[in-house]
C-alpha cells in the first residue's frame, strides 16, 4: 500500500537516481498555464482570422471596449466567418459600420487623438486594392467611397451629429496609399489637405516644382521636406530626420593645416567661459584621427565638387581632401560624419555653441527634443526657401543623406523655442556663412538601432539578448539547473575550508558561475529538459485518471473476495 500510495500520489515526482527533480507545482503550473493561453488564443484566432471578413459593423455604445479595438486586426476580405457574424448580428443597431478589418490602424489611432477644431473635419484615408477610398472618423465610423457621388458625401456622413456639413477637410493618409496605390489619389474629395502617416506622426503633403514636373513631398519641417519616391528610402530619410541630437556627441571641427594631428576623446572647454570649444586638426589627419572619436558626430563645413571636399584656410587659400578617404575614415570609426556644405567655406573658430551655459527658462527642455530635422530647419536656404531630404543607403551599414537647398517658397512660416535655439547655433557655428545644403554620412537605421540594443560596447546585441535571455530561460528552469548545476560542482563543505570567509567566498564563486557562464551555455537545453519532464508528468497523471475506475473495479472486487 506504502508503494501505491506513493505512485499514486497527488504530486507524481520525476526523479534521477536516488533524487527528485522536479514535480507539478512552480513552473509545471506556469507551463500548463502558457500553453493552455496558447491553445485558447489559436481558437479564438481560427474564429477570428480563420474565413475573414470585409468589413465588421458597428458596435453598440453601450458595450465596454473602445470604438479602436476592431481595426487594430488587418486581414483580406474573404467569406465571414462565425466570429465576424456574431459581432455583425450585434451592430444591427448601430449608426454606421465600424473600422473595416483591412483599414491600418496607425491613421484611425492618430485621428482619434487629434483634438476637434471648429470647422475642422480630420478623417483616416486608406485606398483598397480595388480602387475605393475608406475613411475613418474620430469616432471609428468609416464610410467607403469610390464615385465622385460617393466622395461628395464623405463629410455628409462622417461628420459629428449637429455640425455643419460645409467644413474643412484634412485627411490624413495611410502610407500604403501613397507609395503602392498613388494612381487613386486624384479620386479623394476636392479642396481637402492631405498629410501623411508614419507611425504615431503626420507630415503635410505639399507638391513643389522640380526640373521635371512637378513633385510630392511630405512637409517635415516648414523648411524641410522629403520627396515621396522609394517607400523604403522615404522611411530611412524620415527616421534620420527624427534621431535627437544630442550635444554631448557633437563635434565642431576646423580643418586648419599645421593644426594638431590627433582629436581629444572628450570636448575641451573654455577655462574662462567654461564651454566647449571647436577642435581645430590637421586636415590631412582627420581620417586617422577619427577613431579617438568613435560613436560621436563630427560637423565639417566644406565645398563639395566631384570626389573632393575643398575648404578655405585661415590665410584665405582653398585647399581640397578627399572625400571617399573621409568617408571610409568615418565609416572605420563608426561616427556620423555632416559637412555643412557652401560656395564660401570658411572654418568655424572660438567655442562650440552646442554646449551653452547660460540657463533659459525651457531651453533645457527643447535641447531634449531637438532632431537633425530641426537642426536643418534652422540652417535655411535662404529668404523662405527649403531642404529637399533624400536618403541613398551606401551598404554596410551606412546611408548618405543629402539635404540639397531650394529657393522657392516654403509653405508654412515656422517659429518655435527649437528652431530659435539652433538658429542661434548654426549661426555661430557658420560663421554668417550661408549653407547651401548638407551631406551627412550617417549609421543607417539598422545599424544605429542595433548600438542603441547595446547593453555592453563593442559587443552586438544580438550576443547580449541571446547571453540574457539564456539566463533568464535557465531562472524559468531552477530546479533541473540546479540539479544537473550540482553534478557538475557539487555543493561546498565547510569542513573543508579554514574559515567561513573562505567557505562563504567559494560559494559566492560557484554561484557568479552558476548564473554567468552555466546558465547561459546551458539555459535553453534546461528548459527543453523541463518541458520534457513536464510533459511525462502530465500524461502520468492523465494515465492515472483514466486508470482509476479500473483500480476501483479492481478494488471493489477485491473487497468482496
Known sequence: MHNRKQIYSQELAIRLPGKRLFGMRGLGAVVGVVVAAFMVGGVLSFLWCGGSSVQVVAVPSSYTFGPHFLHTFAVT????????????????????????????????????????????????????????????NGSGDVFTAATPEEMSRVVQRLAPEGTSVSQKLSLYLSEESLF???????????????????????????????????????????????????????????????????????????????????????????????????????????????????????????????????????????????????????RNADVNLIILRSSSPQQPGGRNWFWQTVEVDGLKEAINRATFADFLNALGVGEGGHFRVTATAQGRGRVIVEAVGDSQKSLVPYSDMVGDWIGNVVSNVTGNVVTTGVSAYMRDKERQQELDNRIVPGIPSIFQMFYLGSIIIGLFAWSVSREVWGMIWPPEKRAEYRSAFGYHAARVVKTLVFLLVFLPVAGIPMMILTIILQIWTVLGWIWSALMSPLRLWRWLRNSRA
Do not use: C
Open 77 to 136: 476580405p474573404a467569406r465571414a466567418n462565425i466570429f465576424t457574424k456574431i459581432l455583425r448580428e450585434a451592430g444591427e443597431g448601430g449608426r454606421s459600420a465600424r473600422h473595416g478589418l483591412d483599414f491600418p490602424s496607425g491613421a484611425a489611432r492618430l485621428v482619434s487623438k487629434l483634438p476637434q477644431k471648429p470647422g475642422h473635419l480630420a478623417l483616416a484615408a486608406h485606398a483598397t486594392s480595388d480602387g475605393h477610398w475608406k475613411f475613418v
Open 180 to 330: 503602392e496605390r498613388a494612381e487613386f489619389i486624384d479620386k479623394l474629395p476636392k479642396g481637402s489637405s492631405h498629410h501623411l502617416v508614419v507611425g504615431q506622426k503626420s507630415f503635410p503633403l505639399s507638391v513643389v516644382s522640380t526640373a521635371g514636373g512637378v513633385e510630392r513631398v511630405a512637409q517635415v519641417r516648414p523648411r524641410v521636406v522629403v520627396p515621396l519616391r522609394a517607400r523604403k528610402a522615404f522611411d530611412e530619410a524620415i527616421w534620420q530626420l527624427s534621431r535627437p541630437l544630442r550635444k554631448a556627441d557633437i563635434r565642431v571641427l576646423s580643418l586648419r593645416p599645421g593644426a594638431r594631428a590627433s582629436l581629444p576623446p572628450s570636448p575641451r572647454f573654455n577655462k574662462t567661459t567654461r564651454q566647449a570649444m571647436v577642435d581645430e586638426i590637421d586636415p590631412g589627419s582627420l581620417p586617422q584621427a577619427m577613431s579617438a572619436v568613435s560613436g560621436q558626430t563630427l560637423l565639417v563645413s566644406g565645398e563639395i565638387r566631384g570626389p573632393s571636399l575643398f575648404y578655405v584656410t585661415q590665410s584665405g587659400a582653398k585647399r581640397s581632401l578627399n572625400l571617399g578617404q573621409l568617408r571610409e575614415g568615418a
